[in-house]
């Protein structure tokens, strides 16, 4: 009986396919991928899925570099020695590392782009400058880099209404996400960012998170609308653009945001201080009860079914008063020449992002933040070195609750209303889904997933899926059936959301478990498995005695 | 070693609880003698509403029961919240359904025979699917996630549970999946006090009953009384001593898992026929009521999630049928998740488990 490369396997071993393709060489795994899938696009190219022009064939030469790009570099080096150019790869590895870095993408993109163009395809400009971006992005040293990178998408972030309309159409996305999409997305991010103290630093999950919007929301709903006129209240407080004579609250949007922001943490403290008690899933489920029972309240709080008109009930509380910029903006707004009224209100929500992103990073740097991180890794441990583990829980749903209502508050007077259909659990756990295909307790990874998400859910899906109905599907829109998200050949993605954030937040937990940005220090909890009592650890029984010794010190 | 006789005489002094430490029982004992003081009131003044509700508050509890030990068993051996449980009755539901419309072609009154056949051979076919379903969920979304921190698999939980929603939604589309309004028979069994205002106990109640009886019974003696029931409380005392032992620790807990969805997939068929409509939805709320019910009766608990689901389901149905201050249908939701919230404050263990440090 022989030995297989050096390891000892016991005569019953049954060597798995995983086993049987890890131990084939290199050149025949490239070959095996590359075969794979050329095979599949060949396979839709010949069959007339895909046109056969000359995309298709530049999709053949892409998938063959990347699976091969190694043997093309040997095969680069032989041939410039061919050429007579002795020594080539030498004398490159002697160049500066700026110029190794610098030099190649030159040397690839400069060909492609005269080939494409002598093709009679010339480059549109913002795919140039696009690339251009990139190029200077990656060549930069990574010190300037780590502050090249968060200015350069703040600069487009904020100019983007400017260059919106001059963009060009992506192939299956087609086309970039409008204005009422980028707000939504910043105050997505507002509340996927709430959430990730809670549940990235804290290490608490709270699957009601949609509460706190509700509450937020209504709150501006209350201190800005005509809603309490009816009981014959009747207060102004620097509010502009509000109909003289109409009654109700009228506090200043700007005034608003900050007492609902202040309302939703004291609400937030109310929830946690009967909560928090609980540990792990407990407080999961207790937070989503929470969550219910506020949205709840809001479906049935008219006089009907409380005795008193708090929330106007299913109808909700519309119309809430626009937020004023200002007499003198608002006249340029109505000139309408320079901006628009909805570049102000994105202006504005990206700003409110930024005071959210900076408070966040501050905290999670502070006493307080090291306490929440400390406590998510081991509470018992974290009690034991005197933290009180009450106070700070309550104080990271506060800070959870804080921006959530700052959010929910200035989304109420965007939409000019509440309404309490838009306070599903299903919100709650769309915003946990940014969390965690983010990366829990990265702000960044949070931003990226909110972003992607929020994209997802308002335009990509709907885009995507009318391009594969358009391209793959022989879609029928007249033989569809609209309850149907998968009938007569047509695709509903919209239909389909929700399991398709599940299944992401599924494959994310199984695959990437840190998220798409993942945090160093979370990844580490996540990867050995310091932070809880593991599920059920059977096999791995001696990995706690490994983890210590794991566990770097610089973390 | 010397007897000694001060050391009798010697004695501790008494430890004193806080005053302080009343406040939260007293508070919790008040609400629980408020809500027996409503029950009362409310018997005195209209018996046979009381009555009736009593009834069908019991066939709904018979109906959650079921579901809620899917949650007690899954969660007494991994200490897991299977948040896709209730979908896994949903989709129980959706298949007794099909039966009933596709295969069998079951009409309004339909023939006994007939019935009973369709009824049989989708309780077999959805506990059997059910059962797969539900232990395939647990191989591909729990178990690669053994060793992370205890939340993990608990979102992917949640991430299966909206999966499994869009399966339903794929195959059937939204608009929820009706029998015929009659296909049970709708005959009264017994009645109390002289209709117009009676009580009255029908068939289709009772066969609520008649399904759900025989089920828990073959439960509790696969639980006791079978080797592979003593492997399932070996491991969900202690893993690693189970292990030593010789359980397969891992095939147990699939086994469970399959326990598990069996029991959702036997609710799916009551539900199905019971209520006569099944949508992509119904599993979500009716498991997290099912849920609060094992909590209340201390989860993990097994008598604890039966009680806890009648207790629910009476109270489901006090709420929604009483008429002297009774909050009403619209706010049915609400009270359930007050219960739950109340429980872990005042009683973290259930009515009948015991405490557990997450419990605190």
Redesign the interface.
């Known amino acids: 009986m022989g030995v297989v490369e050096g390891e000892a396997r016991p005569p019953w071993h049954r060597e798995s396919l995983g086993e049987l393709w890890r131990r084939q060489p290199d050149w025949e795994k490239r070959l095996i991928k590359t075969g794979i899938v050329l095979a599949v696009v060949l396979g839709l190219g010949f069959s007339g899925q895909l046109q056969r022009s000359g995309q298709f064939w530049a999709i053949v030469i892409v998938v063959i570099a990347v699976f091969n790009w190694r043997s093309i570099l040997k095969l680069f080096w032989w041939a410039l020695d061919a050429v007579g150019v002795k020594d080539a790869k030498a004398r490159w590895a002697k160049q500066s590392p700026l110029m190794q870095r610098a030099i190649p993408p030159v040397a690839i993109a400069l060909p492609v782009i005269f080939l494409t163009w002598a093709a009679g395809t010339p480059p549109s400009p913002a795919l140039l400058v696009l690339l251009a971006v990139c190029y200077v992005l990656y060549v930069l040293p990574s010190n300037a880099r780590k502050y090249a990178l968060p200015v350069t998408v703040l600069a487009l972030a904020i100019t983007y209404p400017l260059y919106l309309d001059k963009l060009f159409q992506v192939p299956v996305f087609k086309v970039f996400p409008s204005m009422d999409t980028m707000v939504a997305i910043a105050l997505f991010s507002m509340m996927a960012i709430g959430l990730n103290m809670v549940v990235g630093y804290a290490?608490l999950?709270d699957?009601g998170y949609v509460a706190f919007y509700a509450i937020g929301a209504y709150t501006a709903a209350w201190l800005a609308s005509p809603h309490f006129s009816q009981y014959g209240i009747d207060f102004d407080l620097g509010a502009t653009g509000v109909p003289q004579g109409i009654g109700g609250i009228h506090i200043s949007i700007w005034l608003v945001i900050l007492i609902a922001a202040a309302l939703t943490a004291l609400g937030g403290i109310l929830i946690g201080l009967?909560?928090l008690?609980?540990?792990?899933?407990?407080l999961?489920?207790?937070t989503?009860?929470?969550g219910?029972?506020v949205a709840?309240?809001a479906?049935?709080g008219d006089s009907g079914?409380l005795g008193f008109n708090l929330t106007n009930g299913p109808p909700g509380i519309n119309p809430i008063d626009p937020p004023g910029f200002g007499s003198h903006l608002n006249f340029i707004i109505q000139q309408g020449q320079y901006v628009n009224f909805v570049d102000l209100i994105y202006w504005s929500a990206l700003a409110l992002l930024l005071i959210t992103i900076f408070c966040s990073i501050r905290l999670r740097d502070s006493r307080l933040g090291r306490a929440w991180i400390a406590i998510r890794e081991d509470e018992t441990a974290a009690a034991a070195m005197g933290i009180p583990l009450m106070r700070t829980k309550t104080w990271a749903y506060a800070g959870g609750a804080f921006f959530g209502g700052a959010a929910g508050a200035w989304y109420g007077t965007y939409k000019q209303g509440v309404f309490p259909d838009d306070f599903f659990f299903n919100i709650s756990?769309f915003i946990?889904c940014m969390v965690?295909l983010g990366g829990m307790g990265n702000v960044w990874g949070v931003i990226a997933g909110a972003a992607f998400l929020t994209y997802l859910d308002r335009e990509g899906l709907a885009n995507i899926s009318g391009w594969i109905n358009d391209n793959i599907t022989n879609c029928d829109p007249t033989a569809a059936?609209p309850?149907?998200?998968?009938?007569g050949g047509c695709f509903n993605g919209p239909?389909?959301s929700?399991?398709?954030?599940?299944?992401?937040?599924?494959l994310v937990?199984?695959l990437r478990?840190g998220g798409l940005i993942p945090e160093r220090r979370r990844l580490l909890?996540?990867e050995t498995?310091v932070?809880?009592?593991?599920?059920?650890?059977?096999?791995?029984?001696g990995?706690h005695e490994i983890v210590d010794e794991t566990l770097p010190e610089d973390v | 070693m010397v007897a000694d006789a001060r050391a009798e005489t010697i004695r501790l002094p008494r430890h004193h609880r806080p005053w302080t430490s009343y406040i939260v029982p007293a508070i919790g004992l008040t609400l629980v003698g408020l809500v027996v003081a409503w029950l009362v009131v409310n018997a005195v003044k209209d018996w046979t509403t009381f009555v009736q509700l009593t009834l069908t508050g019991t066939t709904r509890g018979a109906l959650y029961g079921l579901v809620a030990l899917g949650y007690t068993l899954v969660y007494g051996?991994?200490?897991?919240?299977n948040f896709a449980h209730g979908d896994v009755f949903m989709i129980g539901g959706m298949i007794a359904a099909t039966f009933a419309l596709d295969v069998f072609d079951l009409g309004v009154n339909p023939a006994l025979g007939i019935l009973v056949l369709a009824i049989l051979a989708s309780l077999a076919v959805c506990m059997f699917g059910c059962g797969i379903l539900n232990a395939s969920i647990e191989r591909v979304?729990?178990r690669?996630?053994?060793?992370?921190?205890?939340?993990?698999?608990?979102?992917?939980a949640?991430?299966?549970?909206?999966?499994l929603?869009?399966?339903a939604?794929?195959w059937k589309?939204?608009?929820p999946v009706q029998l015929p309004p009659q296909t049970l028979p709708h005959g009264d069994i017994f009645t109390l006090g002289t209709c117009p205002k009676c009580a009255t106990y029908r068939w289709d109640q009772f066969f609520v009953l008649m399904v759900d009886i025989p089920v828990l019974i073959l439960l509790v003696w696969l639980v006791q009384y079978t080797r592979r029931g003593k492997a399932m409380r070996a491991t969900a005392q202690d893993?690693?001593a189970a292990?030593m032992m010789g359980i397969d620790?891992?095939r147990t807990?699939s086994f469970t898992f399959l326990v598990a969805g069996a029991l959702a997939g036997a609710a799916g068929v009551i539900f199905a026929y019971f209520t006569t409509s099944v949508g992509f939805t119904s599993g979500f709320t009716l498991g997290?009521i099912a849920?609060?019910a094992a909590?209340l009766g201390g989860i993990g608990n097994l008598p604890g999630a039966v009680l806890g689901a009648l207790l629910i389901g009476l109270i489901q149905d006090y709420n929604e049928g009483l008429s002297w201050h009774a909050p009403g249908t619209?706010?049915t939701?609400?009270i359930v998740?007050?219960i739950?919230?109340l429980i872990?404050?005042f009683r973290?263990q259930g009515l009948l488990g015991e405490r557990t440090?997450?419990?605190?």
């Open positions: 290490g999950l699957l009967p909560t008690r609980l540990r792990g899933d407990y999961a489920i207790v989503l009860g929470f219910e029972i709840q309240v479906r049935n079914g756990i946990l965690i059936d309850s149907r998200p998968i009938s239909l389909l929700f399991g398709i954030y599940g299944a992401i937040i599924v937990m199984l478990p909890e996540v498995g932070h809880d009592q593991p599920l059920y650890d059977v096999q791995s029984a990995a | 051996i991994l200490e897991l919240i979304a729990y690669p996630l053994r060793s992370a921190p205890r939340l993990v698999p608990l979102i992917t949640i991430g299966m549970s909206f999966i929603q869009d399966v939604l794929i589309g939204s608009l893993k690693d292990a620790v891992n807990i997290l849920f609060t909590v619209a706010w939701q609400s998740f007050g739950l919230i872990l404050v973290p440090p997450e419990g605190g």
